[in-house]
């Protein structure tokens, strides 16, 4: 199974952007889905997660700006940016696990290339 992200660029402060998640080859029907972001030399950091169920999980720094939902088609997954700042700027990297504590632990047993989001002030 491969994830693979798209959507990522470059905008201005309060700019928005619109991440996608799709993963090819075969996923559980129970699999829980998550992004996470990272800045070079910093610790790799959960934004949001959504299980099979339609549980939501959100991170504070984002809770209000972020939304994340499942996509029309099976195995998508989308991240509504709003709001942006500067210090959301990050590598931004799409994960996968069919358990709920492994993923929202940053310990998910896939994960894509990643799709880099600059935002500037």
């Known amino acids: 199974v491969d994830l693979q992200e798209s959507g990522g660029g470059s905008v201005q402060t309060g700019g928005s952007l619109r991440l996608s998640c799709v993963a090819s080859?075969?996923?559980?029907?129970?699999?829980?889905m998550g992004w996470f972001r990272q800045v070079a030399g910093r610790k790799r950091e959960g934004v949001a997660a959504l299980d099979f169920d339609g549980t939501v999980s959100v991170a504070d720094s984002v809770k209000g700006r972020f939304t994340v939902s499942k996509g029309n088609a099976k195995n998508t997954m989308s991240l509504q940016m709003n709001s942006l700042k500067p210090e959301d700027s990050a590598m931004y990297y799409c994960?996968?696990?069919?358990?709920?504590?492994?993923?929202?632990?940053?310990?998910?047993?896939?994960w894509g290339q990643g799709t880099q989001v600059t935002v500037s002030s």
């Open positions: 080859g075969y996923l559980y029907s129970g699999v829980c």
């Open positions: 994960a996968a696990d069919n358990s709920w504590s492994a993923l929202t632990g940053g310990r998910a047993g896939i």
